[in-house]
């Protein structure tokens, strides 16, 4: 149980070009879905908490008009990354916790997403 | 602020026991996470602590105390698959996941 699927796994395009990104919980409803981006090497950094049918929430440093983040179900969120540059290549990977408890269950990750702009 | 520490890198023999410790400092605490991650690839979730003691789950197993800020985990009879990084997370007051940087943790024959 408790599968995220995130599409595509990667992606090569051209400086200027939007990438979506497509994180679905599979078997449960996540009211809360987590986008992270993670250099090499290095830690995961949030980027932003996205709340089923309202905005998300961006940490500090995170443009939120070049990460467009949409909710709009408790299965789905999506991650846009408007105009991309070759500083925005990273991977990024999605997560999502279950409905159910008061917060503490566990997060489950997609597969990440691995965005080389040239 | 808040802090995680963990070691940057370990290595130990297959086939051995490793101990991989986290401390942290935190505002509130409503538990404690152990992922895995092999390079490359998003974590999978390990473990959950939240009470004091110690978490056995096959070969692997996660120990709390919280009056310490302590945290480890111990994976016992080291096979070449375990070689990853290792991710210590505490959930603070708001429940937001604060992660520490991982531990490489290198597997030798």
């Known amino acids: 149980g408790a599968v995220v699927s995130q599409h595509p796994s990667r992606v090569i395009c051209k400086s200027g070009t939007s990438v979506k990104i497509e994180c679905r919980s599979l078997?449960?409803?996540?009211?809360?879905m987590f986008w992270y981006r993670q250099f090499p090497k290095q830690s995961l950094m949030l980027m932003a908490t996205s709340n089923e049918g309202s905005k998300a929430t961006y940490e500090q440093g995170v443009e939120k008009d070049k990460f467009l983040i949409n909710h709009a179900s408790l299965t789905l969120s999506t991650l846009t990354v408007t105009s991309a540059h070759p500083e925005d290549s990273s991977f990024y990977i999605c997560?999502?916790?279950?409905?159910?408890?008061?917060?503490?269950?566990?997060?489950?990750f997609g597969d990440g997403t691995r965005l080389s702009i040239l | 602020g808040q802090n995680i520490d963990q070691p940057t890198e370990m290595t130990a023999t297959e086939g051995a026991i490793v101990q991989i410790n986290c401390t942290y400092q935190?505002?509130?605490?409503?538990?404690l996470f152990w992922y895995q991650q092999h390079a490359g690839e998003a974590p999978t979730f390990l473990s959950y602590?939240?009470l004091d003691g110690l978490e056995e789950k096959g070969r692997f197993s996660s120990f709390l105390s919280r009056s310490k800020g302590y945290s480890y985990l111990l994976l016992k009879e080291l096979q070449m698959k375990d070689s990853a990084s290792y991710l210590c997370?505490?959930?603070?007051?708001?429940?937001?996941?604060?992660w520490g940087a991982g531990t490489k943790l290198i597997i030798k024959p």
């Open positions: 602590n939240v």
């Open positions: 997560s999502a916790r279950e409905l159910q408890g008061y917060g503490n269950q566990p997060q489950h």
């Open positions: 935190t505002s509130g605490f409503n538990g």
């Open positions: 997370a505490v959930l603070d007051s708001n429940y937001q996941l604060i």
């Open positions: 078997d449960f409803q996540a009211t809360t």
